[in-house]
């Protein structure tokens, strides 16, 4: 079939483009692209939803939530930073997949790269010399474009660095994602323990859940706490059910992302260890 929908050089051509594609990056990179705009979405509306519970349930006073509210608009505006600053470092890496991926091929000679996989190979391995008296030859105009990219692009090493330094700030922010998911799970536990109140030998006025416990609230906040029928019919809202999935699927995306920059790791120390020693492998 793919012989009579493409002619030969057409198919020839997009068989050596699907053997110098990155997988491991490409992958990575829809992985880490997805794993953000999920964090990202999912836990900036949850923090508002936080927001909104806090100020209808545990306080009346605006004075006792003001810090409160003034750090989740800090983790919103983090979240902002956070999507735009990985959207771009994506791409560089999925672009330093494919350049440093040409030049790594055409050092175990897999495939005839094109004129920018050239170019950069050139910058990366010392490319070909001058011809004698004559000088350089003449490079053409997208070739030394790809030069300038793989002066940058062509050395792993520096993406190692700063993927691994990325991946050790990311292993906190996953941390810190899954202090919520726990708050709000012990919340929904208790709110089960006071719809069933023969598997429990508590009183149902006994069980509460205190913002002030986790900090999330001063001591001095009142009420601070929601406890019994009330904190059942919290429960039942859609605000509390739809902040709590929230907080799970940032959770989720943030834990992609780490897997993504994992990911990223891997597949650039195989081509910085390439490049540096022409061993061979299974390649990225």
Not at 33 to 58: D, M, N
Not at 99 to 108: C, D, E, F, K, N
Not at 171 to 181: D, E, G, I, K, Q
Request: glycine share 10%; hydrophobic share 45%; aromatic share 14%.
């Amino acid at each position: 079939i793919a012989w009579v929908l493409c002619p030969p050089g057409l198919l020839e051509c997009c068989v050596r483009c699907l053997i110098g594609a990155p997988f491991a990056s490409l992958v990575a990179t829809g992985l880490c692209f997805f794993g953000v705009a999920l964090f990202c979405g999912c836990g900036h509306e949850a923090l508002t939803g936080t927001e909104q519970l806090i100020e209808t349930y545990f306080s009346k006073n605006y004075q006792d939530y003001e810090y409160l509210i003034d750090v989740i608009h800090a983790f919103q505006y983090f979240i902002y930073g956070t999507a735009s600053f990985f959207f771009l470092y994506g791409a560089l890496l999925l672009a330093e997949g494919f350049y440093t991926t040409g030049a790594v091929r055409q050092i175990l000679g897999d495939y005839k790269t094109t004129l920018c996989g050239k170019g950069l190979s050139a910058t990366v391995t010392g490319g070909p010399k001058g011809r004698g008296a004559r000088g350089p030859p003449r490079a053409h105009s997208l070739q030394r474009v790809c030069q300038c990219l793989g002066k940058w692009l062509g050395h792993p090493d520096k993406f190692v660095g700063i993927t691994y330094v990325l991946t050790v700030l990311w292993l906190l922010v996953f941390a810190c994602s899954a202090v919520p998911v726990y708050i709000y799970f012990s919340t929904w536990t208790t709110c089960q323990s006071i719809a069933n109140p023969s598997k429990t030998s508590a009183s149902i006025g006994t069980l509460c859940a205190d913002a002030r416990m986790y900090g999330v609230l001063p001591w001095n906040a009142f009420p601070g706490k929601v406890c019994g029928a009330n904190l059942l019919s919290v429960c039942k809202t859609s605000e509390f059910q739809m902040t709590f999935h929230l907080f799970i699927a940032a959770f989720v995306g943030a834990a992609a992302t780490l897997v993504s920059l994992l990911t990223f790791i891997i597949a650039t120390t195989y081509n910085f260890a390439v490049l540096k020693l022409m061993g061979r492998g299974t390649k990225f």
